[in-house]
């Protein structure tokens, strides 16, 4: 049966797009993998976090909707005066995917209920929806620093709110010279949430090359 992975982070900016190119990886060595992000604002000279991926990794990756500004989705399409597809079809399209990959690697916009539509549609909604047919890991990615446990477990309750338990946590942007804050959260985010840390990514590894990221990248996992 094919899985879909659903990276989430707790905020924006804790190092999702570098995950969901590790996890992609960490995916591809069991079989074939893809990669998508549904919705993608704040889109400067063709940037974008799915090219960002394809760069660290060489995984085939799709984009359903670009949107120009950086801000949440349903605000950007509002600002442009564009319409967006609703979450439901981003879930058919989905699962036509999973039909022809071993793992779809889906990363989310900014945290777990960040609308992707204009009807009120979220990331966590698209998980839900395709747990009712294929298999669905929720993957959280949460910051080393102070905030970070708050934020790890009110994501980790929404999702269990909606019978959805998350496969792991990922700490991003670890950084070089970790303080005493960063050493205590990583060690408590599973306390507090109940969820095991999959990985811990260095601050950085996103400026590396594909050949350094591929080589480098299954030293990450616990």
């Not at 949107?67 to 349903?74: H, I, K, S």
């Not at 839900?128 to 980790?156: F, I, W, Y």
Request: proline share 6%; glycine share 10%.
């Amino acid at each position: 049966m094919s899985r879909v992975v659903v990276v989430t982070g707790t905020s924006t900016g804790v190092g999702k797009t570098v995950a969901t190119a590790a996890l992609a990886l960490r995916a591809a060595a069991a079989g074939s993998v893809t990669v998508v992000k549904p919705v993608q604002t704040g889109i400067v000279d063709g940037d974008s976090d799915a090219n960002e991926v394809h760069r660290l990794t060489g995984c085939a990756v799709q984009e359903f909707t670009a949107l120009d500004e950086p801000l949440a989705p349903d605000t950007a399409a509002r600002r442009q005066g564009v319409p967006i597809p609703p979450v439901a079809e981003y879930a058919d399209r989905i699962r036509v995917l999973a039909e022809f990959h071993d793992t779809v690697v889906i990363e989310g916009a900014g945290g777990l209920l960040v609308r992707l539509d204009t009807e009120g549609g979220t990331l966590l909604d698209l998980a839900a929806q395709l747990a009712e047919t294929l298999r669905v890991d929720v993957v959280v990615v949460a910051a080393p620093a102070l905030g970070t446990l708050n934020h790890a477990e009110l994501t980790v309750t929404a999702l269990r709110a909606r019978g959805l338990e998350p496969a792991g946590l990922v700490v991003g942007s670890w950084p070089a010279e970790p303080g005493l804050a960063e050493h205590c959260n990583v060690e408590d985010l599973p306390r507090v949430t109940g969820v095991a840390v999959l990985a811990t990514i260095p601050e950085g590894v996103g400026a590396l090359d594909r050949d350094a990221f591929r080589a480098q990248s299954p030293g990450w996992f616990a």
